[in-house]
């Protein structure tokens, strides 16, 4: 194994060749900053109190989190509309392209069911129809994520969710509030955190419970994700597991160095336990890139955070692309970049990413924001089972079976078999009688 001398900016360099297997399942683990052993029972404390408290609760948390004292949680038409018009007519006009390319994609999703006979007289049909009532978390802290709010609300309005509630910590920036309205959410909220989940969950006095919950978060609110899941109190569904946001890119000797650098950073910066890859066959595009990290990292105002990040972060040699794209599948990265000399050759030999992003022109940032494909991605390796967020998270499929009386002649022989076999006698008798009646009509 070789390892280079690290400093601020730099990322730590291994040879994916000289690693034994336990080294390599090292160099591709999640930041150590993730889980702690306290956090279930904190997350579930707070679920706990808003289920006995409601309201009151909330205000309380907003108070002690936030440092917001509210009078009202949710949002008045007024408020809004004032909101709205202090947005400014570039973020206004920014959000309508996003909107348009977000609208063009998730509408081309649109369900198409099947319905068709198996054999004479067996028809199988699969429908869908939206989830009634759905809660979109968009996440506060140090920057308004104004995206989060196009990638939510715009697929439960496309798939027809009758009741779609938003919720974000005290004080909701004035673009968020915006993007809301243009995107047709029914109510907004001003309730973060673990608490924000649990009153989407269990309902309050205020807020409605809700059938789904969707959107990331932090850890607590991740983790309170996951409890009313598994609560016995409600239910309720989420979109998928969530943590800490992550890149991988594959690069070869034609990358630009530059190019590499911009886009690990701009995961970088979303926070000390996100995590950045790079996985190359040059080992001078590697140094190249440390350089470029170390320049670019001066000029960001949030550099620090991003430094954090890099300390967990890691570039990976590998023989070739072959290669690296099986370091990517074990890893199962939320955003993968490739940036080769032939990247759509190379995509054919991915198994497992959140989203895609392919060429020297094709930035994680633009499907953050507006190409059109969802942002709201598998992190943490899920992505190896769990599919990016689309129109049909926003559904519930289900299957319906008509039977003819030829089709229950053809099939009931069939099924009795199973059933007996099974010992399951009330399954078998279930065909029995009817084949019975069917019998006695033809006598």
């Given at each position: 194994?070789?390892?280079?001398?690290?400093?601020?900016?730099?990322?730590?360099?291994?040879?994916?060749?000289?690693?034994?297997?336990?080294?390599?399942?090292?160099?591709?683990?999640?930041?150590?900053?993730?889980?702690?052993?306290?956090?279930?029972?904190?997350?579930?404390?707070?679920?706990?109190?808003?289920?006995?408290?409601?309201?009151?609760?909330?205000?309380?948390?907003?108070?002690?989190?936030?440092?917001?004292?509210?009078?009202?949680?949710?949002?008045?038409?007024?408020?809004?509309?004032?909101?709205?018009?202090?947005?400014?007519?570039?973020?206004?006009?920014?959000?309508?392209?996003?909107?348009?390319?977000?609208?063009?994609?998730?509408?081309?999703?649109?369900?198409?069911?099947?319905?068709?006979?198996?054999?004479?007289?067996?028809?199988?049909?699969?429908?869908?129809?939206?989830?009634?009532?759905?809660?979109?978390?968009?996440?506060?802290?140090?920057?308004?994520?104004?995206?989060?709010?196009?990638?939510?609300?715009?697929?439960?309005?496309?798939?027809?969710?009758?009741?779609?509630?938003?919720?974000?910590?005290p004080p909701i920036d004035d673009a968020i509030v915006y993007a809301a309205k243009a995107c047709g959410i029914t109510d907004i909220y001003q309730i973060g955190g673990a608490q924000a989940i649990a009153a989407l969950a269990q309902g309050t006095e205020s807020v409605p419970a809700v059938d789904k919950i969707f959107g990331p978060g932090n850890r607590y609110v991740t983790e309170a994700k996951r409890l009313v899941?598994?609560?016995?109190?409600?239910?309720?569904?989420?979109?998928?597991?969530?943590?800490?946001?992550?890149?991988?890119?594959?690069?070869?000797?034609?990358?630009?160095?530059?190019?590499?650098?911009?886009?690990?950073?701009?995961?970088?910066?979303?926070?000390?336990?996100?995590?950045?890859?790079?996985?190359?066959?040059?080992?001078?595009?590697?140094?190249?890139?440390?350089?470029?990290?170390?320049?670019?990292?001066?000029?960001?105002?949030?550099?620090?955070?991003?430094?954090?990040?890099?300390?967990?972060?890691?570039?990976?040699?590998?023989?070739?692309?072959?290669?690296?794209?099986?370091?990517?599948?074990?890893?199962?990265?939320?955003?993968?970049?490739?940036?080769?000399?032939?990247?759509?050759?190379?995509?054919?030999?991915?198994?497992?990413?959140?989203?895609?992003?392919?060429?020297?022109?094709?930035?994680?940032?633009?499907?953050?924001?507006?190409?059109?494909?969802?942002?709201?991605?598998?992190?943490?390796?899920?992505?190896?089972?769990?599919?990016?967020?689309?129109?049909?998270?926003?559904?519930?499929?289900?299957?319906?079976?008509?039977?003819?009386?030829?089709?229950?002649?053809?099939?009931?022989?069939?099924?009795?078999?199973?059933?007996?076999?099974?010992?399951?006698?009330?399954?078998?008798?279930?065909?029995?009688?009817?084949?019975?009646?069917?019998?006695?009509?033809?006598?």
């Amino acid at each position: 194994m070789t390892t280079n001398t690290m400093t601020s900016t730099q990322m730590q360099r291994l040879d994916w060749q000289a690693l034994n297997d336990q080294a390599r399942r090292e160099a591709l683990s999640r930041s150590p900053l993730i889980g702690d052993a306290n956090l279930e029972q904190q997350v579930k404390a707070i679920i706990d109190q808003v289920a006995s408290q409601g309201d009151v609760a909330l205000k309380a948390f907003s108070q002690k989190f936030d440092k917001v004292e509210l009078d009202a949680l949710r949002l008045s038409d007024a408020a809004i509309a004032a909101a709205s018009e202090r947005v400014t007519p570039e973020i206004k006009a920014a959000i309508e392209q996003a909107k348009q390319n977000i609208e063009t994609f998730h509408q081309a999703q649109a369900f198409k069911g099947i319905d068709l006979e198996t054999q004479a007289g067996v028809r199988c049909e699969l429908r869908s129809e939206p989830i009634e009532k759905v809660g979109l978390y968009i996440p506060g802290g140090s920057a308004p994520l104004i995206s989060t709010v196009l990638m939510l609300a715009l697929p439960a309005k496309i798939a027809g969710c009758e009741q779609r509630v938003l919720v974000s910590p005290p004080p909701i920036d004035d673009a968020i509030v915006y993007a809301a309205k243009a995107c047709g959410i029914t109510d907004i909220y001003q309730i973060g955190g673990a608490q924000a989940i649990a009153a989407l969950a269990q309902g309050t006095e205020s807020v409605p419970a809700v059938d789904k919950i969707f959107g990331p978060g932090n850890r607590y609110v991740t983790e309170a994700k996951r409890l009313v899941a598994q609560d016995s109190r409600c239910v309720v569904s989420i979109d998928m597991p969530a943590g800490p946001s992550e890149v991988l890119v594959i690069a070869d000797n034609e990358a630009n160095p530059d190019f590499i650098a911009a886009d690990l950073l701009s995961q970088a910066e979303h926070g000390p336990d996100s995590q950045v890859m790079l996985v190359t066959d040059s080992q001078t595009l590697a140094d190249a890139v440390n350089q470029s990290l170390g320049e670019q990292l001066a000029r960001l105002p949030r550099a620090e955070i991003a430094m954090q990040a890099l300390s967990a972060s890691r570039t990976l040699i590998v023989e070739d692309m072959a290669q690296a794209a099986e370091v990517s599948n074990r890893y199962g990265p939320e955003h993968l970049i490739i940036q080769t000399r032939a990247p759509r050759k190379l995509l054919s030999k991915i198994r497992a990413a959140g989203s895609v992003f392919l060429g020297a022109y094709t930035p994680e940032s633009v499907g953050d924001y507006a190409s059109g494909t969802n942002h709201v991605l598998p992190t943490y390796g899920y992505s190896r089972a769990v599919s990016s967020l689309s129109l049909a998270d926003f559904s519930r499929r289900f299957t319906v079976q008509e039977l003819s009386a030829e089709g229950l002649r053809g099939l009931g022989e069939c099924v009795m078999t199973l059933a007996s076999a099974e010992q399951l006698d009330a399954h078998r008798n279930a065909v029995a009688v009817r084949l019975a009646t069917l019998t006695g009509e033809e006598k």
